[in-house]
């Protein structure tokens, strides 16, 4: 472990946060476990002023960018241009698992500008992995210039959210004179449904489709999608720049055996700049295999609760917790949580909200609530227009409504009955 040993180091000197959290570990500990998990709530709150708790130096060359959070309250994060390159360079080693040949036409149509990351990243990464040839045409594209490029340029792979896949799909169904070559789809930032691959497979016929890669703006990268070993929902570990554990939901035990879910944490040894040592990564996994496998392989369980993905985007409990504040005088909510499921294609999300007592107009107060939550996290606000979610939508209800942890009686923030593929 000297070369955690060497970056923790490192970061604890040069990093205010970090000095501050790590004040009960001892100098020259290189046991990972002896470190206390980050509290995201308090790592996002000392990265903000420009990073100026988090960071290890002064940020002079590189990029930025954003992820999740309430417009008042953004995450950002930062990059060196080395840090980057490093990225991109162990992403695309990693990316060369993924199924993909010499000669592949790739269009990338993921999301760029607006601070996103994965446009650039999927781009770089693919550069890096010197397989394939990318064709940079951008999930904003209008869906019928999409389609034309498509077919004109003789694409074979397409890599994108799950949302722009779909959409493909319908508009194909619409024009059926259109024709396109596709023989691999690579999907990210979500996760496909039982309804929505029978309706690929029954358009495309028997089509391979597979995560493009596990990774994130803030977590870095997470995993790698092996062709040869892996099932969907599933990847395997970084070994050459990350330490990955999976820790016990309540109790944060380790969790070293197979076929048991915990919270995934990441300690990204290449990131100096910002640092993430043992950094929960928002996700529920479990082991597939037994410890000291190379690039061990782990299967992904749905979200953590720090916050569920309703269609392309992330709603975060805290998200609603600043929702449900903001009316205080008007209802004192005492618990909630959001339940997630998934029908006709679409997510659907449900603020469940046990109240003190409730008002007299029910519905008036649900479409405030739900109106200055789209205020706040207007991406849902586009996503509702382009018919890709339901609407979010309040549920009142009591305290027995709400499903709890078995074995703490605590009440699971996020519930998430969706079936992950």
Not at 145 to 166: D, F, Q, S, W
Not at 256 to 265: I, K
Request: hydrophobic residues 40%.
């Amino acid at each position: 472990m000297k070369k955690f040993l060497d970056h923790v180091n490192f970061v604890r000197e040069n990093s205010p946060y970090y000095l501050k959290h790590y004040e009960n570990v001892a100098q020259g500990c290189d046991d990972i476990s002896k470190y206390p998990i980050v509290d995201q709530k308090e790592f996002w709150r000392a990265n903000e002023n420009f990073g100026k708790g988090v960071l290890t130096a002064k940020h002079e060359s590189g990029l930025v960018f954003k992820s999740g959070g309430t417009s008042g309250n953004p995450k950002y994060s930062y990059f060196t241009a080395r840090e980057w390159g490093d990225f991109a360079e162990v992403s695309g080693r990693g990316f060369r698992n993924n199924g993909i040949k010499k000669g592949d036409r790739i269009a990338n149509l993921f999301y760029g500008g607006e601070l996103y990351a994965s446009f650039i990243y999927i781009t770089d990464l693919i550069k890096c992995a010197d397989v394939g040839v990318s064709y940079p045409i951008a999930g904003q594209t209008e869906i019928s210039v999409m389609v034309e490029m498509l077919e004109k340029l003789n694409i074979n792979v397409i890599a994108g959210v799950p949302t722009t896949i779909m959409n493909i799909v319908s508009y194909l169904q619409e024009h059926k004179e259109i024709e396109l070559n596709i023989e691999l789809i690579l999907f990210g930032g979500e996760s496909f449904y039982d309804d929505q691959l029978q309706a690929i497979r029954e358009f495309f016929g028997d089509i391979k489709v597979h995560s493009v890669l596990y990774a994130s703006v803030d977590g870095g990268e997470l995993g790698y999608f092996d062709e040869a070993t892996c099932k969907n929902g599933e990847h395997r570990v970084f070994d050459e720049s990350t330490i990955m554990e999976i820790v016990d939901e309540d109790t944060l035990e380790v969790i070293s055996e197979p076929n048991r879910g915990g919270v995934l944490l990441v300690t990204n040894l290449n990131r100096k700049l910002m640092p993430l040592i043992r950094y929960p990564v928002g996700d529920m996994a479990m082991w597939c295999e037994e410890v000291g496998v190379k690039d061990r392989r782990f299967k992904l369980l749905g979200r953590s609760e720090e916050g569920a993905r309703i269609g392309p985007a992330t709603l975060y409990a805290q998200d609603i917790m600043d929702v449900l504040k903001h009316f205080s005088d008007e209802v004192k909510v005492v618990n909630f949580q959001l339940l997630v499921t998934h029908d006709g294609k679409k997510d659907r999300a449900v603020i469940r909200a046990v109240a003190v007592s409730l008002p007299s107009d029910q519905e008036l107060l649900s479409a405030k609530i739900i109106e200055y939550l789209y205020e706040q996290r207007p991406m849902f606000t586009e996503l509702l227009a382009n018919n890709i979610i339901h609407p979010i939508s309040v549920e009142w209800c009591n305290s027995d409504t709400l499903e709890k942890n078995a074995r703490t009686g605590k009440t699971k923030r996020i519930l998430d009955k969706r079936l992950i593929l």
